[in-house]
């Protein structure tokens, strides 16, 4: 059986942390995170690696950006205040993001390194990007960087 994750251990840590200081909020956030993780290792019987626990946190973190500018839409600022609130704590296990010229300097390398000429070459330019800049960039800013690049 493979060692825990760094990140995971990290996890596991902060919900310590978390109940020593009793921060019921941060504890709910962090509890949600392994439960998140627990219940993927437990689907494919396996236990994940920083990698796949990065999956697990990314996923959520689109969650709470996109609940956050649904509340704001509708004028329920309170509850966008909630989901910036857990948006913090999961922010604290996030990779550092990617500034935009590190972004624009792998998208250029990914189109440069799969020889893509056009749109119908996305595929394998987003293909290559995943895994570079998992958890440190939007997935749909990236989507819309390559396609102005190769729309040009």
Known sequence: MAAAS?????????????????DK???????????AVKQREVDERTELDDA?????????VKQ??????????AGRDDLAA?????????AEFMP?????QELDALVAQAISDTGAEG??????????LKSQVQGRADMGAVSKMVKARLAS
């Open 25 to 35: 909020t941060r504890l709910g956030v962090l509890r949600m995170v392994t439960a």
């Open 6 to 22: 760094d990140l995971k251990h990290r996890l596991q840590q902060a919900v310590k942390d978390a109940m020593r200081a009793k």
């Open 64 to 73: 709470r950006r996109e609940s956050i500018a649904q509340y704001r839409d």
């Open 52 to 60: 796949q626990v990065l999956e697990v946190l990314t996923r959520m």
């Open 96 to 100: 550092q993001p990617l500034s935009e």
């Open 82 to 90: 909630v989901e910036e609130a857990e948006l913090e704590v999961l």
């Open 119 to 128: 749109m119908q070459d996305m595929g394998r330019v987003m293909g290559q």
